[in-house]
């Protein structure tokens, strides 16, 4: 009996923060139910995904790289690059004409997350300082490739990415993507790794961990994150944007502490980052039918990232 105690008292210390995010989304959405009478109805909450889809993914791969005590600024210009170039690249005649497209986004986000954890890692830089840096050189690459907003995407592409499975294809890949992401950060021994180096970079190098193979990996991992971001938005806009990015960084650092990820590294968990997602895109759309201006929207999302750190702390403290 004493050890079901035990266990139970483990499991709500590891997971009491996931546990009660997913509360308070539950809680958000009734809230806002009351206000809209279709909001639990299949329609809206299967738009609902498809608008948290490409910010899902870059929160989660924002979360793999906080777990290293990292953090990646660049996410949303990589969103943005992969963008461009997917519509830049893609052939419109061709029947797998956008096959090579997809191919070449994909890889530009390993060449993105690749630069990035080479620099941090063998230069022995701040991951904040690198990120910001590179975040205004995939930026200019982005508006050299495509100057302004246009181009075509190719029909297949867009039917099947937004409409396939009976428009459930970015549900399905949403729940794929999270639940590699939450095995590799809480089921492997990499996801080890990258938590002992969150936690003590130096400890975990002395107990031969391969430090500078972690973070490349962490970094590669999230930009790939970005790049299928990148790729999904590319087939819902029809057309690429060099800016479409922008905000994405901030959006998925705001997502990942909310959903119980430390900024100081080793704690979190992607589950967490899921809550974290859908309470950041449950609450702008409220503001936007609202009316709201999008200046009260960027003082919200400052707020409520000071917010989520201050609770991190108090948690952290007790």
């Known amino acids: 009996m004493i050890k079901k105690n035990d266990n139970k008292m483990h499991f709500w210390q590891r997971n009491s923060h996931t546990v009660l995010i997913f509360a308070f989304l539950a809680v958000l959405m009734i809230i806002v139910s009351l206000f809209s009478d279709s909001f639990f109805t299949e329609r809206n909450l299967k738009n609902l995904v498809l ?7 870059v929160a989660l791969g924002q979360t793999l790289v906080l777990l290293t005590g990292g953090i990646d600024l660049s996410l949303g210009a990589i969103v943005s690059l992969t963008n461009v170039s997917c519509v830049t690249l893609m052939n419109t005649e061709s029947s797998v004409g956008w096959i090579p497209a997809l191919a070449a986004a994909v890889l530009i986000g390993v060449l993105c997350g690749g630069l990035n954890g080479l620099i941090i890692s063998k230069g022995r830089l701040a991951p904040i300082i690198v990120t910001l840096a590179t975040t205004t050189i995939f930026e200019g690459i ?13 029909s297949g592409f867009r039917q099947f990415f937004i409409r396939g499975i009976n428009g ?12 590699l992401v939450r095995m590799i950060s809480n089921q492997s021994a990499y ?30 991992l999230a930009a790939v994150l970005a790049a299928l971001a990148g790729i999904y938005l590319t087939a819902r806009m029809n057309s690429g944007d060099a800016t479409v990015g922008k905000n994405y960084s901030m959006n998925a650092i705001t997502s990942s502490v909310v959903g119980g990820t430390a900024m ?55």
């Open 142 to 154: 982005a508006l050299f490739v495509m100057s302004s907003p246009g181009g075509r995407v190719h």
């Open 51 to 57: 608008s948290a889809f490409p910010l899902l993914m």
């Open 191 to 220: 996801g080890r790794h990258l938590r002992s180096l969150g936690g003590n970079e130096t400890a975990a190098y002395s107990t031969g961990i391969k430090v500078d193979r972690v973070k490349l990996i962490a970094y590669i």
């Open 264 to 318: 100081t590294g080793a704690i979190g968990d992607p589950l967490g980052t899921v809550a974290g997602v859908f309470i950041v895109t449950i609450i702008n759309n409220m503001l936007n039918l609202l009316g709201a201006s999008s200046f009260y929207q960027f003082i919200y999302q400052g707020g409520i990232l000071i917010a989520a750190l201050s609770l991190s702390a108090l948690r952290r403290q007790k």
């Open 168 to 179: 459930y294809f970015p549900l399905i890949v949403s729940i794929v993507v999270v639940l």
